[in-house]
């Protein structure tokens, strides 16, 4: 069974940091790719960042140059550290990993980000 498991979130101000955390079971991690998705209230579900199953990553231009995806395929965990937070980065974030065309979600962890 594929779970996925993130933590790390937290209430912050402005152009501070956080270490957001995805744990992951059920399936070969390491052999998939990762991605980090965020939701605002009142907002669609967007792509924040990706990481291959070698380390390759990619960004939403919101966010590059400030957020760091990593990954330790060890540990089956995947990592989104998150710099110079700013108030419109306040959202709950997801990692999702896709499994023979099946989408599947964490139950996210809020990040709120104060001025």
């Known amino acids: 069974q594929v779970q996925l498991v993130e933590s790390g979130g937290g209430l912050v101000q402005a152009g501070e940091s956080l270490r957001l955390s995805c744990a992951a079971s059920g399936f070969i991690f390491g052999l998939k790719f990762m991605r980090w998705y965020r939701q605002a209230p009142g907002n669609e579900r967007e792509l924040v960042a990706g990481i291959t199953s070698d380390g390759v990553t990619s960004y939403s231009d919101s966010v590059k140059g400030r957020f760091t995806c990593s990954r330790d395929n060890a540990k089956n965990t995947v990592y989104l550290q998150m710099n110079n937070l700013k108030p419109e980065d306040t959202a709950v974030y997801y990692c999702?990993?896709?499994?023979?065309?099946?989408?599947?979600w964490g139950q996210g962890t809020q990040v709120t980000v104060s001025e």
């Open positions: 999702n990993v896709n499994i023979r065309y099946q989408n599947y």
